[in-house]
């Protein structure tokens, strides 16, 4: 897949798991723990954990489970604990 730029690696669509016991608020439903990316470099699909107890929103860097280049990856919690990922390119100097 060539070179989509960063609105090809939003989330694939398919955020899953749940904390144990909640995170995220008082929306009754558990924080999401794992999430499907896909790759800004090499468009492969990767699977992330994500950390419910890290605050609302997280911003990181994560390397690509296949080709190994690494991202700047941002999760946003909302009220329900529904997580919002997404990954760009890691501007290297």
Do not use: F, K, M
């Not at 492969?44 to 700047?72: F, K, M, S």
């Amino acid at each position: 897949a060539g070179g989509g730029g960063l609105l090809s690696s939003l989330v694939a669509g398919r955020v899953g798991g749940a904390a144990p016991g909640g995170g995220g608020g008082g929306g009754g439903r558990p924080a999401e723990t794992t999430s499907v990316v896909v790759c800004p470099y090499c468009g492969e699909e990767n699977e992330i954990a994500l950390d419910a107890g890290g605050g609302t929103v997280q911003e990181y860097v994560e390397d690509c489970q296949v080709c190994c280049r690494p991202w700047h990856v941002t999760v946003s919690y909302d009220e329900s604990g529904s997580a919002a990922v997404t990954v760009a390119p890691l501007e290297e100097d």
